[in-house]
């Protein structure tokens, strides 16, 4: 075997949607094929922030999450912009349209053992549009929960057996600061 | 080469670190030989939050994340509780001593290819008492960044290259939402 360059990665296995590769001594995985992860902040006009549910099997739980998905990762729309991707997964995925989608902050969720770098955009003003529910083999289930109640909706959820993806907490951070932003103006 | 069954689990790839399977049609990586991982949401009785900075190079940039580390990873410490690893690993990292060390939220943070679950701790009263620095090859800076400051801070450092882990704001939602209890009380 080729010893490789201590810079050099090397390619340990080839998923369908992910590789797992090992460069400078760090193993992680790389995603295939996109261009981007988005993640929605959503609110309604009348206070409620979207979520979503849904089956993660790495983790062998049901996952209440902020919705999200991948860009560039339908053929043909391999350039398809973030902004257009955040209102693509936030309709497939709750059936909600938002009236603006702005992004607000950008980060590696497992920087560890991942090359993603996610995309937050919040998005106001949702209306249900349609039924959501994701697509082909997803099974998505879409939660308006009102923020004054979010803690006790998570603590009732987990009580349940779900897991809460730290995510959602990092939403309901930027929301609360922009409500307090606006108290103290 | 046998068919598996469609229940089953088949490993790809054996890292050192991380094995690359897939289950039920999903590929993820998950975690060998560790018990827990442990973040802290660390406060000094100034009103810092704790943060550290360190190469990941799985994105290739130095990110601003939590200190965390993992439990169990430890030859002869396999059994050991989160709350110790997190005091552990807030110590190596940091050279910060806690007060008090509860844990107060618990999720996935890449349910969708990880089977990572984490463990945030509230830690209070931090006060210096080492270097930090990280163990071996780890190379962890450590900052206190005042709380009032924060957006600030990571808007600086952003600026200048670095990334921050969206668990970074998920932290301060919980310290933030103490303080507003405690206004409101």
């Known amino acids: 075997m080729a010893e490789n360059p201590p810079s050099g990665k090397q390619t340990l296995a080839e998923g369908r ?3 797992f590769v090992v460069r400078n ?3 992680f995985v790389e995603r295939r ?7 929605v902040i959503g609110t309604t006009n009348h206070g409620c922030l979207v979520l979503v549910t849904q ?3 790495p983790v062998k739980a049901w996952v209440v999450e902020l919705p999200a998905g991948l860009a560039g990762d339908v053929p ?3 350039k398809e912009a973030l902004a257009e991707a955040a209102k693509r997964e936030l309709l497939e995925e709750t059936g909600f349209e938002a009236s603006s989608m702005e ?7 497992s ?10 955009f919040r998005a106001r003003g949702l209306v249900r549009s349609s039924r959501g529910g994701g697509v082909s083999e997803e099974n998505v289930r879409a939660h308006a929960v009102p923020l004054s109640g979010l ?12 897991l809460v993806d730290p995510k959602v907490y990092a939403g309901a951070y930027v929301v609360r600061k922009e409500m307090d932003e606006w108290m103290y103006e």
Not at 103 to 109: A, F
Request: proline share 8%.
């Open 33 to 39: 094929n996109i261009s981007g992860i988005v993640v």
């Open 55 to 57: 089956w993660r099997e």
């Open 17 to 19: 949607h992910l590789n």
């Open 151 to 162: 803690s006790d909706w998570l603590a009732t959820v987990q009580a349940r057996g779900m």
């Open 25 to 27: 001594g760090w193993e």
């Open 76 to 78: 043909g729309s391999e």
């Open 103 to 109: 992004p607000v902050l950008t980060g590696p969720p």
């Open 111 to 120: 920087p560890g053992i991942s090359d993603e770098v996610v995309t937050f």
